[in-house]
Every structure is written in C-alpha cells, then in structure tokens.
C-alpha cells in the first residue's frame, strides 16, 4: 500500500500556518533564502532535474517553459494561474486557503530565477475565501520585507499584486487568462507568439499553476533527488488528487504519483458506497477521456495515463458508479462545455452548441439513431481546429464515451432506458439542474 | 450624485495602483466587483460608465466585461444571492434535489428575486468545490455535503440573520 508523503499540505490544518511566523517556524521561506544564494540559472536547472511538470492541466516540463521566456530589458511578468475550474479540480483553492506563503515563496523564487519584478495572482471571483487570505498572506510579505523593493534583503526587487477574476473557465486557458488580466474579455490568443515572448501587455510572461509554483520551495529544499523520489520517472514530487463523485471519502489527497487510480479510488477515498460497482472513471478533471471499470490499474502520473489514452490533466478525479447514466453524464458536461465557449473559434461556439443541443434532444426522448455518430461527425471538425484547446476538451469526452459507452447511449435514444443521472427512471426533467 | 463616493474612490485608486500607469484597462474587472458589492449584488448602466470614465477606456469596453463574465448581474439580485453548482461532480451527488429543493423555499424562478428582496438564486458552473459536493455558494460562505433539508436550513439561517 502506497505510504502518503505530507508535503505540499504539510501546513494544511494549521491555521498558524496562514501567518508568516508560523509559516517560518514550520521551516517557511528556507527554499528562498537558498534560492537567493544561487545564480538563477543554477535554480532553473535544479527544478529542471525536479522533473517539475506544470499542473495546471498539460504536465509539460516547468523549467523548460521557464528557458522560453524572452530576454527584454523591459518588463516581464509572471502570472499565477490561480483559476481553478476544470470540473472535478479541487487543489489550488486549498492551497491558497491552508498555506498561502507556499505559494508566495515559490513565486518570488521563480521571479529570481526568470528575473522578473512583476508578479500577478490571478484567482478565480468566486474564491473569495483565497482571495481574502492570499492578500493577507502577500501585505504580510511586505510587511516582512519578503517582497518589496529588497527581497529577503537582496538587490532583488518584486512586486505581487492579487487580482479577481468574475467567473469565465476559459481565463483558466493561459491567453484567455492574459486577456482577463488586461481587463477585457477572456478570449484566448492565437499561439505562437506564446506568452513567453509576448504576454501580458505584449511583454514576455510566464504563466504557472498555482501547484506548480507551490512545488518550487520543497525542490530547494530537499533537493532534485530527494524531490524525485516522491515520484515517478520524469514525474518529480508528491502530488494533490481529487476524488470527487461515488466514492465513500470524496476529498483531495496528497500522495505518490506512483499510486494506482484503483488505489486512489478505493483504498484513500474510501471505495464505492456498498453494494454499488465501478462504471467509469474521469482520471483528470471533466476534459480527459473516461476510463472503464478495467481500466484503473494505472499510475496516476502524466505518462502512464498518457498511454492508456487518458490525461492525468488536473489530477481531478470523478467516479461513477453503476448507477450512473452516461447518457445524462455527458448532457451535463455537454451543457457546461458550450456554456463555457468564449465564442471567438466557429467550430468551438458552434460544436459546442450542436453537442449540446443534440444532447438535450436525446435526453428529452427525441434523438435520432444517427445522432452518435452526428456527435463523433461534429467532434472531428472541434479537435485540432481552434485558437485554444476547449474545443478539444469538450470532445474528448464525447468521443470516449460513445466509444466506451455506446450501447448505453443506443438504448437510450431508442427508449429502453431513459434515465436520469442517478438511474432514476424517469421522464424528461423540467428543472434547472442540468 | 456621482455613484463614485469618496470611499469607493480611495479604493479604486488603491486597485489602480497594481497595474503598470498604461493599462489602466486592467482594473475593470476589480472596479466593477466593488461598484457590484456595495450595490446589492449588480450593477447598472452608471456603474459601468463610471468604470468607463474613471479609468478613461471607452464604455463598451466594461459592457464587454460585464456581459462576459457570469459573475457580473445586469438585474437586481436578492440580498443573499445563491449560487447552486449544477456541474457533474456536483450532479452525481444529487444537485438536482438542491435546486428543487431551494426553488421551492423561496417560491421564485432561477435568476428571480423573492418578493421581500431577500433572495435570488441561480445554478452555476462548476465552483470548485467538488469534494464536497453538492455545494451551494451565499456571498464568500461555501456550504456543502447539503441535503434539500440542509439546504433550506441554511435558507432559513441566512433569512433571520436580516
């Protein structure tokens, strides 16, 4: 059974944790007074040999997206992507509430290492809780002389500055975040240029997962090695999971990417309630493709669910038991994709749509056989063909759960088993939850 | 009157301040938050055009903003606002139970205001909250694990706290 390291929420429960001297007295702001004894490159190749993988969803190499960004003599920013929403993503909301100096430390440790005197933290509008406690946490830093004009006492000036967002999914895309953060809305910019050479305000940024940042400190800390060592090959560190939907303990964990998603499901979130069976499994959050039943003795890192043709994505986790109507499943995330579309791509704004409107009428009892592979039709022309990547979000599920589920969804349409989400038989339901 | 006060000004300069002199655009979203909550919940056509003027970017540019984000509401909202989460994780633990159950304490619509001005409630994607779902957010408070019956018990809470 994997053992559970306690590192990144090694402060979660201590609410003295929240303060900097309690943060400080738990070993708080070591990793940066390192950091700050070292050349930058020195940092960037240290988190480099960490195997740091970005977790906001695409798992690719932190450092290595670092050594994209531009040189300038003007300004650069980093800009924490702290807009947490892929549904099934719990992990950067606690972060921020249990241990936001974690985040701040390894913030202006990135900023050393990159050179940049400019940081924003972007948090989603709804998490006023973070926003509350991230401010605190960040007028503390000054107050403390961590930030300011003279980092920790060093040359070394930064600035963080902690913005709202107003409830968008698409600012979680890194251009859509951009956008948000210029004050406009959150439509995705075309790539390349990529933000590492032209970002926010046009000038060379970088764009991190609030996790991702949070790693920075311990990799200082206790060093590649030892930070590997929690990990996989090429997956470096411990890592935050949620386990959300038919399981007895839904909550989100800390522990070894080496873990299986049965293990994840049954042995740290408790398992199924009794006398229920596993039918499916989202591994990363609402985009990644569903697992079956048969399925879950994966690694829960990046590459293992990579090659089971899945994503590890968010580490989202969103289990389904045998009770569960794929048919309804989908409608629901079929709802939230088009309602998230920010509308600028036409295969996006349109194909969301159509999924949607197609899921609805099959729901309501008026789909047509040749829906399913109308829906299949439609999600070639979304993937690969847009400015950002919703588009594929929204297909993927769509395409994997036809492929893995596509009696359920015949039987459905042909009227044998209508059911709602929970496996209620039932007629078409008139309320507003979707 | 300007529906800038003296104080809402102190704290739109202050919000000002984080952003470089010349993007000044950047603080719509946090200018339009603060005009929205020390105005019950939304905003008007004056709110934004104050956003407009203040930070000296052209009105359709705060139209934009708030027409885009869900958070911003163009119609009055009760004084208690509930957002329901209505998204799968929340749904495979039985949402649709707490938005019936809310819909029917408060006798009013989605997006509809109680007669009292007390309450408005709407379902929402999802908040984030999926490990304790189903969730419903009141304002910065959080509350989950609900049942219709805990539901309404906090509906009747928020209710004598008026």
């Known amino acids: ?434 | 009157m300007s529906v800038v006060t003296p104080e809402l000004r102190a704290k739109f300069d202050q919000v000002v301040s984080r952003y470089p002199a010349d993007q000044r655009q950047s603080a719509v979203i946090p200018l339009l938050h603060l005009f929205q909550e020390s105005h019950g919940g939304s905003l008007t056509t004056e709110h934004q055009q104050a956003v407009a003027d203040y930070l000296g970017v052209p009105m359709s540019k705060v139209h934009e903003v708030t027409t885009f984000y869900t958070m911003y509401s163009l119609k009055p909202r009760g004084k208690q606002h509930i957002s329901i989460c209505g998204t799968l994780p929340c749904a495979l633990c039985g949402c649709k139970d707490i938005v019936e159950a809310v819909q029917e304490k408060l006798g009013v619509a989605p997006e509809q205001v109680t007669a009292d001005g007390q309450f408005s409630f709407q379902v929402v994607e999802c908040l984030a909250q999926c490990h304790q779902g189903p969730v419903m957010q009141v304002g910065d408070t959080v509350y989950g694990n609900l049942t219709p019956e805990s539901a309404k018990a906090v509906i009747d809470a928020l209710g004598k706290k008026q």
């Open chain 1, 1 to 434: 059974m994997t053992e559970h390291p306690k590192v990144l929420t090694k402060n979660f429960g201590d609410p003295a944790a929240l303060g900097y001297e309690g943060y400080v007295a738990n070993g708080g702001y070591l990793g940066l007074k390192k950091a700050l004894t070292m050349q930058p490159q020195e940092i960037i190749d240290l988190v480099k040999a960490g195997n740091l993988r970005g977790r906001g969803g695409a798992g690719f190499p932190a450092a290595v997206k670092w050594g994209f960004l531009g040189k300038t003599d003007g300004p650069k920013y980093l800009c924490v992507n702290a807009d947490e929403g892929e549904p099934g993503t719990v992990k950067d909301g606690p972060l921020m509430e249990n241990d936001p100096h974690q985040l701040i430390e390894g913030v202006v440790i990135a900023c050393y290492a990159l050179g940049i005197k400019s940081a924003y933290i972007y948090i989603r509008g709804e998490f006023y809780k973070a926003i509350r406690i991230v401010q605190a946490a960040v007028d503390q830093a000054y107050a403390q002389g961590v930030i300011g004009k003279s980092v920790m006492g060093s040359a070394f000036q930064l600035d963080i500055a902690v913005h709202p967002g107003a409830g968008a999914y698409i600012c979680g895309e890194e251009t859509g975040l951009l956008s948000s953060l210029e004050g406009k809305k959150g439509m995705p910019k075309l790539k390349p240029p990529f933000p590492a050479l032209k970002g926010l305000y046009g000038a060379p940024t970088i764009v991190n997962n609030v996790e991702t940042l949070a790693c920075v400190p311990h990799i200082l800390t206790l060093g590649a090695d030892a930070w590997n060592a929690l990990g996989t090959e090429k997956n470096g560190g411990s890592k935050l999971y949620c386990v959300s939907g038919h399981v007895m303990k839904p909550g989100y964990y800390e522990t070894r990417h080496s873990i299986t998603l049965r293990e994840l499901i049954y042995d740290v979130a408790g398992g199924l309630k009794p006398g229920r069976t596993l039918k499916a499994v989202v591994p990363g959050g609402s985009s990644s493709p569903i697992l079956t039943a048969d399925e879950i003795d994966v690694r829960m890192d990046f590459d293992s669910l990579g090659k089971a043709g899945s994503m590890l994505g968010s580490a989202a986790v969103i289990v389904m038991d045998d009770s569960t109507s794929m048919v309804r499943a989908l409608d629901n995330l079929m709802h939230f994709y088009s309602h998230e579309s920010c509308g600028q791509c036409t295969p996006c704004r349109e194909g969301t749509a159509w999924l949607h409107k197609i899921m609805s009428r099959i729901v309501d009892g008026r789909g047509e056989a040749a829906d399913i592979d109308r829906m299949l039709d439609i999600t070639g022309n979304m993937v690969g063909n847009t400015i950002c990547v919703l588009a594929d979000a929204a297909a993927f599920p769509v395409q994997s759960y036809i492929k893995k589920f596509r009696p359920e969804f015949e039987e459905y349409i042909q009227g044998h088993k209508r059911l709602s989400l929970l496996g209620h038989r039932e007629e078409p339901a008139t309320v507003g939850a979707h």
